[in-house]
């Protein structure tokens, strides 16, 4: 198992940036990939980025060359950097985590970010 703490969400305006934080329990070498969800209100949640632990990684077309998911195994977390936040990346954001390719998904939380003026 595996428990997710994010933080470092918040309210930012329209072309601002946030970074997000994920602490997990275990060490990053342990988990096959870690990545982040986000749900927006009335919507369904939605993959926004992943990493696996060889280095491979997976965005949203939505958020591609704004957001970037990277790691720090000295302090076994995550970040989600997101730059030129629009209010459409309003949402509840989950940090996730996936032990092996085949098991199943342990999810954080949430922290929520607002993109408002």
């Known amino acids: 198992q595996v428990q997710l703490v994010e933080s470092g969400g918040g309210l930012v305006q329209p072309g601002g940036s946030l970074r997000l934080s994920c602490a997990a329990s275990r060490s990053p070498f342990s988990i096959y990939a870690m990545g982040w969800y986000r749900q927006a209100p009335g919507k369904q949640r939605e993959l926004v980025a992943s990493r696996t632990g060889g280095g491979m990684t997976n965005y949203a077309d939505s958020v591609k060359g704004r957001f970037t998911i990277s790691r720090d195994d000295a302090k076994n977390s995550v970040y989600l950097q997101m730059n030129s936040l629009q209010p459409e990346d309003t949402a509840v954001y989950y940090c996730?985590?996936?032990?092996?390719?085949?098991?199943?998904?342990?999810w954080g939380k949430g922290t929520l970010v607002t993109v408002s003026s």
């Open positions: 996730t985590a996936r032990l092996t390719p085949s098991t199943i998904l342990y």
